[in-house]
């Protein structure tokens, strides 16, 4: 059971951003303790991606605030972002497809010599031992990314986001170009990263996955939040009924 | 842990004698092509083409779009382009010339021939150029004006400006030191090319022992030890060849005797001097290396590789990939005024239409070098290659007789030729 009577470690407290007046976050707060896995719900363009980003630094919140451990953040960009120990998982992967894995998983953050040239072995090595961990069947370590299999790009970039220490773990569709058993691999990574104390946010569109994986789900529509609810009191038609018609289940409080 | 070839040998056919040498292909065929190039040339001509003297004339005709060549990779991997070189190389020429000639000896007072002169006035042309560079970068990078504007623009604009503060006039002659990058009028002699040469030879051996001594060390498959070697021995035979050729050419008797007479001595019976290695292909030898090195040894290096293959993912890894822009552009900028120190000191003097078209020719040997220009990819040995290529084809038509515009034409040719080649190779191995 998760914890959540201390400080949560991230707060998103009445975000808003718009595009060109269109809202596309309109005042949404959701939070994420240690240890738990939240799930964020919603149609494609419903701004699960768009709220997520402001946490990762890709967008600039237009108002509202971020807190982690209770202290107000100020994330710019992902360098902030990364700072604060939070890391993302893309939906598109963001991986520059010219470079091999360990270029990628270490773009940003190279290893350097005490000269500070780029350690490129050093990297290959550190490489080889979490792709051992992560995806023993990687073999791939000499090639561009684009020479690898949609799977062996998706532990690419899941390995970019566990390897640096991650307290907060952004997951947008991680599982979306998996097969079932890449899929099962993802399950059970994120239940081992849980037990480690590690807060996950995970967005997907699939209720399957979220009721599976996630132990809140804070469901949004048209830029706002529907409400947030603790996965084990609800049915997947009352998630249905959030995501379509915006409807909020009864008894269900604001978490 | 590690898995050694024999392992992975059975699924795998047996590895062919290029693959175990671990030879880039696309370097090999290049290679290739320019040897047929040369070999064809040398024939027509009836052995005219492959003698010292004309190596000797390519190597020095080619530093000067080689040079910017090497910065125009960065710019069209980072999915950029720079129309602006050859101007602002004009530019460049230009402020060092009037520098050298003008402010220094007579507004500064420091006189003609002050030692101090040639070199403030490169400093001062390579800030210039990295100024301009960087402000191209900022108004691509910051104000987000596509690069084919902002260099098309400065394409006009520098070549005008470099006009401007001459009034049109060439200027001449240039500081005897400062002619010293030019080619012929500077160059190493016999013995001190064979001592470059010996240190460059014993710099790439120690390169290839360390490289295979880190491998070893983090457990990862190396090459056998027979394909270091002839690895070894086809660097070591190119090194010393290239010297060898070059300290073949002599100084023509006439010029050793004015040289003579010019410091009241005779020229004794039997001597001769070797030109050997020119100061500026040196100076190409060392900026192919510092660029090399800073593509693929330094972050800001591995940072343009994935700027170009994906900004996005650049963006979001957390590299500021605006100022890498600014970067990239001033880099640019500062290698065009390298380009027109050795320009200009080639032609002895500051002429109005210095490094004119100098910018479809860099562009043009960077992409024969294999840079693709939907970004990402690129070496700066490819586009050193690519310089030599069309250099040779257009010295070698000239020396055949073909009249300039089908020069032109085959030029023109070629280039598409080359890019079509390039991506029907990337087709077939499945590399984009």
């Known amino acids: ?255 | 842990m590690t898995h050694s070839e024999a392992e992975l040998s059975p699924a795998h056919p047996k590895k062919s004698f290029v693959q175990t040498l671990e030879l880039d292909l696309r370097l090999l065929g290049m290679i290739g092509a320019f040897a047929i190039l040369c070999i064809g040339f040398d024939l027509v001509t009836g052995g005219r083409f492959l003698t010292p003297r004309n190596i000797f004339n390519l190597t020095i005709q080619t530093v000067s779009v080689a040079i910017m060549a090497t910065g125009m990779v960065f710019v069209i991997v980072t999915r950029h382009i720079d129309l602006s070189v050859g101007a602002l190389l004009a530019t460049c020429s230009a402020v060092m010339a009037m520098t050298q000639t003008e402010i220094l000896p007579n507004m500064l007072g420091l006189g003609l021939g002050h030692p101090l002169i040639p070199w403030v006035t490169i400093v001062f042309g390579i800030l210039v150029g990295t100024l301009i560079g960087a402000f191209h970068g900022w108004l691509v990078g910051y104000l987000t004006i596509p690069a084919f504007i902002v260099t098309l623009g400065g394409l006009l604009i520098w070549r005008n400006v470099g006009w401007y503060m001459t009034s049109g006039k060439t200027i001449g002659p240039l500081d005897p030191t400062f002619m010293k990058f030019g080619g012929i009028n500077g160059t190493l002699g016999a013995t001190w090319s064979w001592v470059a040469g010996l240190l460059a030879l014993a710099a790439a051996l120690y390169g290839l022992w360390a490289s295979r001594k880190n491998k070893l060390r983090h457990g990862f498959p190396v090459k056998p030890l027979w394909a270091e070697g002839v690895l070894a021995a086809l660097i070591s035979g190119a090194i010393l060849g290239f010297v060898a050729i070059l300290n073949a050419y002599e100084v023509p008797l006439a010029r050793l005797k004015r040289d003579f007479e010019a410091q009241g001595l005779t020229l004794p019976e039997g001597y001769t001097e070797a030109y050997g290695i020119p100061i500026s292909v040196l100076l190409l030898i060392f900026i192919a290396v510092g660029m090399t090195m800073l593509a693929r040894r330094t972050r800001l290096g591995r940072y343009i590789f994935a700027a170009g293959g994906n900004p996005d993912a650049a963006e979001l890894s957390g590299i500021n990939t605006r100022l890498l822009t600014v970067k990239i552009f001033a880099l640019m900028g500062a290698l065009c005024a390298i380009s027109a120190v050795v320009a200009s000191a080639r032609l002895t003097n500051h002429s109005n239409d210095i490094g004119t078209l100098d910018e479809l020719r860099v562009i043009a040997a960077a992409v024969i070098g294999g840079t693709a220009l939907a970004g990402g990819f690129g070496t700066i040995h490819g586009a050193i290659l690519g310089a030599l290529i069309m250099q040779s084809l257009q010295s070698g038509m000239a020396m055949v007789g073909v009249d300039a515009p089908l020069q032109n034409i085959v030029v023109g040719a070629v280039l598409v030729l080359a890019v079509l080649i390039d991506i029907l190779y990337r087709r077939k191995t499945g590399a984009r």
């Open chain 1, 1 to 255: 059971m998760i914890d959540r009577t201390g400080t949560p470690l991230v707060e998103m407290r009445d975000i808003c951003i718009s595009f060109g007046g269109v809202h596309a976050v309109d005042h949404v707060s959701v939070n994420l303790y240690p240890g738990e896995v939240v799930g964020l719900l919603g149609h494609n363009g419903a701004g699960k991606s768009t709220l997520i980003k402001i946490l990762s630094g890709a967008y600039r919140m237009d108002s509202g605030e971020i807190r982690i451990n209770g202290e107000r953040a100020e994330i710019h960009n992902p360098r902030d972002a990364r700072r604060y120990n939070i890391e993302t998982i893309y939906q598109t992967l963001a991986l520059a497809d010219n470079l091999d894995a360990a270029s990628n998983l270490f773009l940003g953050r190279e290893l350097v010599t005490p000269f500070g040239l780029v350690d490129d072995d050093a990297m290959e090595a550190e490489t080889r031992k979490i792709m051992a961990r992560l995806n023993p069947n990687f073999k791939k370590f000499n090639e561009p990314v684009s020479a690898l299999s949609g799977g062996q790009r998706q532990s690419v970039a899941i390995a970019r986001a566990v390897y640096f220490d991650a307290r907060i773990l952004i997951m947008d569709e991680p599982t979306a170009a998996l097969g079932p058993h890449e899929t099962q691999m993802v399950a059970e990574l994120i239940e081992q990263l849980k037990a480690q104390g590690i807060g996950i946010f995970l967005i997907s569109h699939d209720i399957h996955d979220v009721m599976k994986l996630c132990d809140r789900a804070s469901v949004m529509k048209n830029g706002q939040l529907v409400g947030t609810v603790d996965v084990d009191k609800v049915t997947d038609d009352d998630l249905l009924g959030m995501i379509i018609l915006g409807k909020h289940p009864g008894e269900q409080a604001e978490a």
